[in-house]
């Protein structure tokens, strides 16, 4: 799972420049917001860049940087970005998992 630190903060979870909304609009200060790869995708709106493919048969892991972080998205071996392509980073918001500064989930 993709780990993002960052802090919760008036219904948003932020890093740096990423704001997500969140369900639990209560949780305030620092957190994580913990994604899968399968739930990671392309057509988000946080720009990221590609740093590694590695291709899996039927799919592809991509490695990608989002400013200081890595993150993993795991996408149909169609999908094929050159290496150092901007792509957008986005996630399935309903598989979004929250975690408060102590480690332990928040919400559903």
Do not use: W
């Not at 948003?12 to 994580?32: E, K, S, T």
């Not at 799919?59 to 071996?77: A, I, N, S, W």
């Not at 050159?82 to 928040?106: C, D, K, M, P």
Request: aromatic content about 4%; charged content about 25%.
């Amino acid at each position: 799972m993709n780990l993002l630190e960052g802090r919760f903060e008036d219904g948003h979870f932020v890093m740096g420049a990423l704001r997500v909304p969140v369900l639990d609009r209560q949780q305030q200060g620092p957190g994580f917001l913990g994604i899968r790869p399968e739930d990671a995708t392309l057509d988000g709106e946080a720009p990221a860049r590609v740093s590694v493919i590695e291709p899996l048969g039927r799919e592809t892991l991509l490695t990608l940087r989002l400013g200081e972080v890595d993150v993993k998205v795991l996408v149909d071996q169609t999908v094929r970005p050159a290496l150092g392509t901007e792509v957008r980073l986005g996630y399935r918001r309903e598989r979004v998992h929250l975690f408060n500064q102590a480690g332990s989930r928040i919400g559903p």
